[in-house]
Structure formats: structure tokens, C-alpha cells
Antibody, heavy 123, light 108 residues
């Protein structure tokens, strides 16, 4: 069974940093593209970042580019999101999700999601 | 920039058919995916590449696309179908993954 478990969320002051992790199991992580999606309280889904299976291609939403870095450790089946220069508007639940396989992976759907980890940016 | 437009809410009588639309310029040229999210839960994929149902999703769920509109159709709506529904595409011109604003489905 596919499992995605996020960790690392919490309360951080504006301007601070946080590193999220997503532990994956139940599928071949090293051959699967991954993504982070966030959801502010009471709001809709917002894509944050996506990463190819081999880390060769990474994409970022304009709202986080230059502040957030997505990475992965295929030997540990883990996806990370390093978040720097955090702002109040980054407050959200952050979901890790896996892509469905396809030739053009970035056009595919996100077929499994973790339960999310809450990040609160506040002084 | 590319935008996806969904109605804020859709209501359907129990047992009837609900249609949730997702509008975007020439959206038929893209792969559209749909997600269901119930309160306090993570999103679940209910339709991929316009009209393909993942395993475990009831046949009551179907997808279609034409021109500037993609549609998620839920036949014989049940109380358990009440949720927020989001469409999603990849915009190759900006290299962004985009979600629609979401539609709240109410089953009366």
C-alpha cells in the first residue's frame, strides 16, 4: 500500500526557516516524480513545487521561487522541502503527493497524497 | 497567465446527476485531472487525463472535455459525494501546475 507521511511542520516566526520531509513507502520511489501542494486554512489547493524522479528537473510556483527548495534522497525514500524567508502567507497545510507515471511526468496527475503537515508562520 | 475557472458551488438532489465544470482557454489541449477533498482529509484523485477513473473510484464518476470546458459528472449522487472538487492541469507555457479554485458539492 502506498504511504506518504509528512513531518517537520510547526510554528515559525516570519523570516525563519523550516524543513519539511515526506517519507514514502509502498511504491518505487526512485522512479516516481513528486510534488508539494499546500492549502491555507479555509482556502483551495495551491501547488508549490515538483521534482522529477532523478532530481534533474524541478519546478516552483512563482510565490515560493527563490525561497523554497525541493529535494529528494532516493536512498532514503524521502522528499524534502526547505523553506526559507517564511512569510505569514506561507501558513498552510503542506501535502506531499506522488505523480502517476507517464512519459511527460509533469502533465500527469497526483495519484496519492499524504495527510499533510501544518506550517504556521507567526510572531 | 493560464487560469482555471470553477463554480464556487453546485447543488444536486440525492440520486440525481451533478456536473462540475472547469473552464480554461483551449483546455481540451491539456490533460485535466480532478480531485475530491472531504473536510479534514487529503485530496483524492477521482479522474485523470480528462476521462479516466483510477481504481476504486465508482463508475458513477465520469469525465469529459470539449473546447474550453472540462466536466466532472457524478451520477446517482450520494451523501458521501459531498466534498470540494478541484480540477488541475499543467501549463507548459509557464511550467506551472495549476488548480481551479474548487467547487463545493452539496447533496440535498
Amino acid at each position: 500500500e502506498v504511504r506518504l507521511v509528512e513531518s517537520g511542520g510547526g510554528l515559525v516566526q516570519p523570516g525563519g526557516s523550516l524543513r519539511l520531509s515526506c517519507s514514502a513507502s509502498g511504491f518505487t520511489f526512485s522512479s516516481t516524480a513528486m510534488a508539494w501542494v499546500r492549502q491555507a486554512p479555509g482556502k483551495g489547493l495551491e501547488w508549490v513545487s515538483s521534482l522529477s524522479h532523478n532530481s534533474a528537473s524541478a519546478f516552483y510556483a512563482e510565490s515560493v521561487r527563490g525561497r523554497f527548495t525541493i529535494s529528494r534522497d532516493n536512498s532514503e525514500n524521502t522528499l524534502h522541502l526547505q523553506m526559507n524567508s517564511l512569510r505569514a502567507e506561507d501558513t498552510a497545510s503542506y501535502y506531499c503527493a506522488k505523480y502517476r507515471h507517464g512519459v511527460l511526468w509533469f502533465r500527469e496527475s497526483l495519484d496519492w497524497w499524504g495527510q499533510g503537515t501544518l506550517v504556521t508562520v507567526s510572531s | 497567465s493560464y487560469e482555471l475557472t470553477q463554480p464556487l458551488s453546485v447543488s444536486v438532489a440525492l440520486g440525481q446527476t451533478a456536473r462540475i465544470t472547469c473552464g480554461g482557454n483551449n483546455i481540451a489541449a491539456k490533460n485535466v485531472h480532478w480531485y475530491q477533498q472531504k473536510p479534514g482529509q487529503a485530496p483524492v484523485l477521482v479522474m485523470y487525463r480528462d476521462a479516466n477513473r483510477p481504481s476504486g473510484i465508482p463508475e458513477r464518476f465520469s469525465g469529459s472535455i470539449s473546447g474550453n470546458t472540462a466536466t466532472l459528472t457524478i451520477s446517482r449522487a450520494q451523501a458521501g459525494d459531498e466534498a470540494d472538487y478541484y480540477c488541475q492541469v499543467w501549463d507548459s507555457s509557464t511550467a506551472y501546475l495549476l488548480f481551479g479554485g474548487g467547487t463545493k458539492l452539496t447533496v440535498l
